[in-house]
């Protein structure tokens, strides 16, 4: 088959609308602005004809097309066109792609019909507005293919720098949700035709009007021959004229209403290209950086060993903090296989799914053990850490601390062990509480008090049989934590529990690792091990009950307080720390303090107001979209999107 030429096309995939202020201005000025946001222009300046195509069907589309006789030019003038589209509209990006013409399907069988505008109207002329309000039009029986063509002026002997040709087509097809017969087809498109060409002819001279173009017109439209060549001596007689238009006497800028992606845009401050690529074994690649609303080939990414200063990722439902997370975790298991991950999910069901890698222990199991008491450096710890782990999630806060450490003293003095069962334990409460010297009334207030909250809090069977020594023996470490501390990845599932649950398991999982992942002594600064929070709130939120007597603020403070000691010793431990949520303003405010970076997909209100920043920046996280990111890194804030790969 043979080839007459080539056709480079460029697909615009998004763009920001041209929005003029409300100042008065100047007529010139207002001239100058609309000639500078119009599409209606000659960029490379050596009379080439230049065409856009409209789609209005199911979706709506708009390409740039050009003709050339040689795919590597085709090539080159459409790479040159979207770069010089990308300099002249903010946020605008697009796809190149270079189609050779064969002319055998250069022949096509459809009605073709052109739009006949008078030249330079006095009334603006409102086409891409008529195009974008009939895509918007609900029931539209017929879907349209515009082809719009231009060139500057090379007619006339003095032509005007600012004058072109246009010429407009436009082909049908009906709608397949609407069954018509020829007839009312041909009604419908009539009907159509007329809607575009209405409000500019001004009779008897200026007149629009609409007429139906023989089959082999599609030719010269594809191959952009639309326009007569100039004449070698003078001008051309009027009647082979084209008709003419200047810039700002048509719409073509970009409406606000353009249906089409208008990506996210800030102004980056104190960005740093790190000059690393992807592969480097020291960082996790999360994405690319956004720059004036457009993809760069900047990376986004996260130095690995720098985990150790936290990092925050928090977004609404479905807006890719998961995706994320299983990123990040891919890529440090590929480049730094040693380094434990434990991964504490506290509300989503069934997360083992996203990481088949994982020793996964779900509660209620034989496997599921979280001990009372856990062997620490010294006895008195392990005492003290358990009684203020106690007496925070049952909200006694004076005598709660003191009770169960005299308890637990008692216990260990007399049999040089603790008990096994949870339930011994509290019956050994019980007696100290009966043994003391006190009033009796105020005895039984008391003991009254502390046995309504122990039952409130451990009344189920399966929650004291996780709480019990595992083999009796309150130095045996659990399973998961010896994997975790390895170098395995490790998921605790704690969905089943109910809140206060929750809250006393992780008091008790966050004990462990205050106190069995030791100090580095070394001073690497290497992370070795890493902890996610998923849905942190659930533990280190702030109390709905502010008052400081209450159960519930007695519980969370005690829970933050030991999470900030966590936090404020993660460097020295080479502990990485990453809370995910997507509800952050019900976080305690030091979750939110102690983080050096935020990654922020979209958020809600009032979660969008406590990073600071400018109204436009908090306005923009209520409405990005998804796999869009805003990232501070301490004074460094730029938008990014995350990776394509291991999108499900």
């Avoid at 195009?131 to 879907?143: C, E, G, L, S, V």
């Avoid at 004449?231 to 089409?260: H, S, T, V």
């Avoid at 007597?549 to 993660?570: G, V």
Wanted: hydrophobic residues 40%; neutral net charge; aromatic residues 12%.
């Amino acid at each position: 088959m043979e080839i007459v030429g080539y056709q480079s096309k460029v697909n615009i995939t998004q763009v920001l609308p041209c929005v003029g202020d409300d100042r008065v201005r100047s007529h010139e000025i207002e001239l100058k602005r609309l000639i500078n946001t119009s599409w209606l222009y000659d960029p490379f300046g050596d009379n080439l004809t230049y065409g856009v195509e409209f789609r209005v069907g199911r979706c709506f589309s708009w390409e740039f097309f050009l003709f050339s006789d040689t795919s590597e030019i085709a090539e080159e003038l459409g790479g040159a066109l979207l770069y010089n589209l990308q300099n002249r509209y903010k946020g605008l990006d697009g796809e190149v792609n270079v189609y050779p013409l064969y002319s055998e399907f250069l022949n096509i069988d459809r009605d073709l019909y052109e739009l006949v505008f008078p030249s330079n109207p006095p009334n603006k002329l409102n086409l891409l507005g008529k195009i974008i309000n009939y895509y918007k039009t609900p029931k539209r029986r017929m879907d349209a293919h515009f082809f719009i063509l231009w060139k500057r002026d090379n007619l006339h002997v003095s032509p005007d720098p600012f004058n072109f040709m246009l010429r407009t087509f436009v082909t049908f097809n009906p709608n397949s949700e609407f069954p018509m017969n020829s007839d009312e087809q041909a009604s419908k498109i009539n009907t159509v035709l007329r809607y575009f060409i209405s409000d500019v002819s001004i009779p008897p001279y200026q007149k629009a009007n609409y007429i139906l173009l023989p089959p082999k017109y599609w030719k010269n439209i594809i191959t952009s021959n639309v326009f007569p060549e100039k004449a070698p001596y003078g001008e051309l007689p009027r009647e082979l004229m084209p008709k003419f238009i200047n810039p700002r006497l048509i719409d073509f800028d970009i409406p606000l209403d353009l249906p089409l992606l208008k990506p996210p845009v800030l102004e980056n401050r104190n960005t740093v290209n790190l000059g690393v690529s992807k592969d480097d074994p020291n960082y996790i690649y999360i994405g690319k950086k956004m720059n004036e609303g457009v993809l760069s080939t900047e990376l986004a990414l996260i130095k690995i060993d720098e985990l150790t200063t936290l990092l925050n990722i928090f977004g609404k439902i479905g807006t890719g903090k998961s995706t994320l997370i299983k990123i990040a975790l891919d890529e440090i298991q590929k480049k730094r296989p040693e380094i434990g991950i434990l991964i504490l999910n506290f509300g989503k069901p069934f997360l083992e799914d996203d990481y088949p890698m994982a020793h996964v222990y779900k509660f209620p199991s034989e496997q599921f053990k979280v001990p009372y008491i856990t062997l620490f450096d010294r006895t008195m710890i392990s005492i003290r850490a358990s009684s203020n782990t106690f007496a925070a999630c049952l909200g006694l806060k004076y005598l709660g601390p003191q009770i169960f450490s005299e308890t637990l003293q008692q216990c260990y003095s007399s049999y040089n062990k603790f008990p096994a069962d949870i339930t011994e334990f509290f019956r050994c409460v019980d007696e100290n509480l009966k043994a003391k010297s006190w009033e009796p009334e105020y005895k039984q207030h008391v003991c009254t008090a502390f046995k309504r909250r122990i039952y409130e809090l451990f009344h189920r069977d399966d929650l004291k049989v996780t709480l019990n020594l595992i083999e009796g023996d309150w130095k045996v470490i659990p399973d998961w934590f010896t994997k975790w501390k390895n170098g395995e990845t490790v998921l605790l599932d704690l969905t089943k529990f109910v809140e206060e649950e929750q809250h006393l398991i992780g008091m008790l999982i966050f004990n462990m690792i205050e106190n069995l992942i030791p100090i580095d002594t070394e001073r690497s600064n290497k992370l070795k091990y890493l902890l996610i929070i998923d849905e942190a709130h659930r533990i280190a939120g702030k109390a709905s009950d502010t008052h400081s007597e209450s159960p519930e603020f007695i519980m969370k403070n005690s829970t933050n307080s030991s999470l900030k000691r966590i936090w404020q010793e993660s460097r020295a431990k080479c502990l990485g720390i990453i809370n995910a949520d997507q509800n952050p303003h019900l976080l305690h405010e030091v979750a939110i303090d102690s983080a050096r970076k935020n990654i922020l997909f979209q958020l809600g209100y009032p979660s969008n107001q406590i990073f600071g920043g400018t109204i436009k920046e908090r306005d923009m996280l209520l409405t990005l979209q998804g796999r869009y990111a805003l990232v501070i890194n301490n004074n460094e804030r730029y938008l990014m999107r995350t990776r394509d790969d291991l999108i499900p």
